[in-house]
Every structure is written in structure tokens, then in C-alpha cells.
């Protein structure tokens, strides 16, 4: 059994600054890719950053030069580093894991966690 524990939401103004976290545990072999996705009050749920157990890492274009992704191999942890934050990030954060156990690969959530951008 896999789990992945989120924490870092919260409420800031624009321009202010979150760190998310994500930390897996249970039976993992190795986590091939984490990442965070969000997903604002009716819209899709939408990829934000990933990063790879190589240290590869992608960002949506909205992302990009505002937010770093990183993560932590050994502690099985990811971060979400958000600065100069807007509005239009306001969403439910959720952590993503391809995590491969002794016997399968399976895709894993977190249970989300809000942030809320106040203009």
C-alpha cells in the first residue's frame, strides 16, 4: 500500500510565496517520475511540474520562471516551490507518483491541497 501525504496550502496575497510538499511512502521500490497537478473550481486538472528520479523536470508554460520543482530521492519527498503567485493559481494541488513495487507500476494521488491566491 502506497501513500502520498501532501501539506504546504494555504492563503497568500499576490506576489507572496508557497512551498508544497509530498512525501510517499509504503512498499516503493523506486519512484520513476513526481509531480503536481492543479485543478481550479471547473476547469480539468492540469499538470503544473514534474520531475524525474534523474533530476529531469518539465513545467507548464504558466509555471515557468515562477515555480521549481525538486525532490528529495531519498526521503521520497517532492517540493513545489510557487513564487510571485497570482489569482489564476488559486487551485486544489495535487501530488502525482509513478511508483514501481516489487511486483507492479501504478500511478498515485495525494489527497490535495488547497491554495488560494488573494488579489
Known amino acids: 500500500h502506497v501513500q502520498l501525504v501532501e501539506s504546504g496550502g494555504g492563503l497568500v496575497q499576490a506576489g507572496g510565496s508557497l512551498r508544497l510538499s509530498c512525501a510517499a511512502s509504503g512498499r516503493i521500490f523506486a519512484i520513476i517520475a513526481m509531480g503536481w497537478y492543479r485543478q481550479a473550481p471547473g476547469k480539468q486538472r492540469e499538470l503544473v511540474a514534474a520531475?524525474?528520479?534523474?533530476?529531469?523536470?518539465n513545467y507548464a508554460d504558466s509555471a515557468k520562471g515562477r515555480f521549481t520543482i525538486s525532490r528529495d530521492n531519498a526521503e521520497n519527498t517532492v517540493y513545489l516551490q510557487m513564487n510571485s503567485l497570482k489569482p489564476e493559481d488559486t487551485a486544489v494541488y495535487y501530488c502525482n507518483a509513478d511508483i514501481l513495487s516489487s511486483s507492479s507500476r501504478h500511478d498515485y494521488w495525494g489527497q490535495g491541497t488547497q491554495v488560494t491566491v488573494s488579489s
Open positions: 520531475i524525474t528520479d534523474g533530476g529531469r523536470s
